[in-house]
């Protein structure tokens, strides 16, 4: 079975701080995809990362996939109360079944 | 565009019931995924339909169903409802994209007593 392990669970930070959540496997990616999800919405996409040390920023976001495709990270600067949420990485599978797998997600609260 | 839409947005029913969950996706997305999130377990993965055929399975028991039609709308069915089946039961439509990038509706709250 695949997993994806996000850490930290929990985050809670005040604005202006920098932070990191990290998404592990052991399994390999075909891509990787980060979303967020605001209470009582559906998680929505940020960013895909395809190609094995890939980074791509989105404004303060900043999204890298590993080199072996098993893993990525998501850093945050100078994070604002609006960055509220709940961030899920999945991986995308591939192949004949190509799901995706979504991690354990990483709920983040910036006070301000 | 429209985005992904579901109904109801809240449920509750009794232990043994049965339920029809809707959802409507993005005008020309084909596929249709369904999701359950739960604190405990996270999202976890039902199934994927596309042009009105069961694409993909999550590990769910059969209690567990969907089907697809014809204008790519998509319903979801549990019957004889458990307790543990209480869950924000997400939709997602995806337009095709090499990554499997999904659209996500704003869910359906099931509460089960």
């Known amino acids: 079975t695949q997993l ?14 920098n932070l990191t959540v990290y998404c592990n496997s052991s399994s390999v990616f075909s891509s990787l995809q980060w979303y967020r999800q605001e209470p009582g919405e559906g998680p929505v996409l940020l960013v895909t990362v395809v190609t094995g040390g890939e980074v791509k920023k989105l404004k303060r976001l900043t999204f890298q996939f590993g080199d072996a495709r098993k893993d990525s990270s998501l850093h945050i600067t100078a994070a604002q109360p609006g960055d ?29 | 565009k429209a985005g992904v839409t579901q109904t109801p947005r809240y449920l509750i029913k ?9 959802c409507s996706p993005i005008s020309g997305h084909r596929s249709v995924s369904w999701y359950q999130q739960t604190p405990g377990q996270g999202l976890q993965f039902l199934f994927e339909y596309f042009s009105e055929t069961q694409r993909n399975k999550g590990n769910f028991p059969g209690r567990f169903s969907g089907r697809q039609f014809s204008n790519s709308r998509s319903e979801m069915n549990v019957s004889t409802l458990e307790l543990g089946d209480s869950a924000l039961y997400l939709c997602a439509s995806s337009g095709g994209s090499s990554y499997n990038e999904q659209f996500f509706g704003p869910g359906t709250r099931l509460t089960v007593l």
């Open chain 1, 4 to 17: 994806l392990e996000q850490s930290p669970q929990f985050l809670s930070i005040q604005e202006g701080e």
């Open chain 2, 14 to 22: 009794t232990r043994g019931q049965q339920v029809t969950l809707s």
């Open chain 1, 84 to 112: 509220t949420g709940l961030y899920l990485c999945a991986g995308q599978t591939g192949g004949a079944t190509n799901k995706l797998i979504f991690g354990t997600g990483t709920l983040l609260a910036v006070q301000p």
